[in-house]
């Protein structure tokens, strides 16, 4: 009788400590839980004509964690549609490659790859040391962000957006112009695991929390082609001109009056393609 007593005792002990333990195990969790966080405030200077655009990002980056960072790591997706990049390789190897990707990489012209080039990176009035591989860019920080601080970046980067591959590129089947994803350098994330660098072969990552303030400039754009479409208006005009004057198609050798025709074909086609790119920028 008494050794049950003690056993219920025992096991109503065990029962209130584990009840305990459980309710506690939230604010355990709570407490030891972090997240890193950025802003990134950024201009974008876009040329439609040769799909490049020009990035300056200033990020502000707070380090949540209980570790000192002497370094940061940042993605650079656009490096990966280039002949000889890692998902290039991959994709022409492996048994069962993604069917939108193949050899298709490896086939890009110059003008037709994507690229993410950094040209410099600054902490204040201080330039940083940064090394660029592949689709990671590596920056050595002149000093380490301590538990709880935050760290200013400023960074310049040339861009050039690919011909569409995966969900990324210029002119899809659908014909619409631009279909951008990842296309900004973008802070690795760092956890209770490290620094998660790893290169982009056909799988994006998770990134850090944050807040985006964007803004693209494209008035200088527009500007250019409409005053690329005024020009060829009037040289259309000059050419439709000649080519009505009786006297000159009578006078002028074949060949001239030939080449006439060949140059207002050749405007004709020019002027359409620049009023199709400034109609697709404005919609």
């Not at 939230?26 to 020009?54: A, G, L, R, V």
């Not at 631009?178 to 994006?204: A, F, V």
């Amino acid at each position: 009788m008494v050794e049950s007593k003690k056993r219920n005792v025992f096991m109503r002990v065990l029962i209130l400590a584990l009840l305990i333990l459980f309710y506690s195990l939230p604010s355990f969790s709570q407490d030891s839980y972090w997240q890193q966080n950025i802003k990134y405030d950024m201009n974008i200077d876009f040329d439609h004509e040769s799909h490049q655009f020009d990035i300056h990002q200033e990020i502000t980056y707070t380090n949540n964690s209980p570790d000192e960072l002497s370094k940061v790591y940042m993605h650079l997706f656009y490096n990966a549609f280039q002949p000889g990049s890692m998902m290039d390789v991959r994709s022409r190897s492996i048994a069962d490659p993604d069917s939108r990707v193949v050899d298709r990489i490896y086939n890009l012209d110059k003008n037709e790859i994507g690229f993410q080039k950094i040209i410099s990176v600054r902490n204040g009035s201080n330039n940083l040391t940064f090394f660029q591989e592949g689709t990671i860019l590596e920056i050595f920080l002149n000093k380490p962000i301590k538990p709880g601080k935050k760290l200013s970046l400023s960074i310049d980067c040339k861009s050039q957006i690919p011909i569409q591959i995966r969900r990324t590129g210029r002119y899809n089947k659908e014909d619409v112009a631009y279909s951008m994803t990842q296309w900004y350098p973008k802070m690795c994330e760092y956890d209770l695991e490290g620094w998660h660098t790893n290169p982009y072969i056909g799988r994006e990552f998770y990134g850090v929390w944050g807040e985006f303030n964007i803004e693209i400039n494209i008035a200088e754009e527009m500007e250019r082609i409409e005053k690329e479409i005024n020009r060829l208006t009037i040289e259309i005009t000059k050419a439709e001109s000649k080519l009505n004057n009786k006297s000159f198609i009578d006078k002028a050798p074949k060949a001239v009056v030939n080449q006439e025709k060949e140059r207002l074909t050749n405007f004709s086609q020019a002027k359409q393609k620049f009023e199709k790119q400034l109609l697709k920028i404005k919609n």
